[in-house]
């Protein structure tokens, strides 16, 4: 296969709902590699095809400056669901997220665009292991603590085998809610549909 052939599949592949996908992962995983945006996605593509589309989005993989851990556009994105959301009644909701334990937590480069950099240091090896839990009014869920990347189907039997008898003993057969973020993994076809076969509220 020739440049121009590998350029077209590139095209056809970056789609707007793409191209929003990849860059609402990035605000929140900007030092990822292109292997890392790939499988945490779920692409069926090439890291060198991943690379020129972020290549085309503007991104550049290169060294990094220090910002703090919540950015202006975090803080208001937060603020703003605050005052949406205030007067919702949260005592049966169940709010679960994963959190990366690191020795150092991020690396010398990551995927950036001009005037958006980050600074930081790290040694040659690190540490890392991930961790999902869940907390609510009623107490604290199981905890499962993984060193693999998080798929879609890993999380749906995070979601089998920890927040579901979790709940059980938590709730004893009350009505709760789940709220989880926006994370690919979270809305992919094997989690939806498990969701909508367990009848779990989101």
């Not at 990849?22 to 995983?29: F, G």
Request: aromatic share 10%; charged share 35%.
């Amino acid at each position: 296969m020739d440049k121009s052939d590998r350029k077209t599949r590139s095209d056809k592949f970056l789609t707007e709902e793409v191209k929003e996908e990849i860059e609402e992962y990035l605000i929140e995983h900007p030092c990822s590699t292109a292997t890392e945006i790939i499988d945490a996605l779920d692409y069926n593509i090439s890291v060198r095809t991943m690379r020129r589309i972020l290549s085309e989005l503007g991104y550049k993989y290169s060294s990094t400056l220090k910002e703090p851990l919540i950015i202006p556009r975090h803080v208001n994105k937060r603020l703003r669901f605050a005052h949406q959301n205030r007067r919702k009644f949260w005592n049966n909701a169940v709010f679960v997220d994963e959190c990366t334990f690191m020795t150092f937590p991020f690396p010398k480069k990551a995927y950036q665009k001009k005037g958006e950099r980050i600074v930081y240091q790290r040694p040659k090896k690190l540490g890392k292991l991930h961790v999902w839990g869940g907390i609510s009014m009623e107490g604290k869920t199981a905890l499962h603590i993984f060193t693999e990347n998080l798929t879609g189907l890993l999380y749906k039997k995070i979601l089998m085998n920890k927040l579901m008898p979790s709940m059980r003993r938590l709730y004893r057969g009350r009505r709760w809610i789940l709220v989880q973020d926006n994370d690919p993994k979270h809305k992919s076809g094997d989690v939806e549909k498990y969701i909508r076969k367990a009848n779990i509220e989101v």
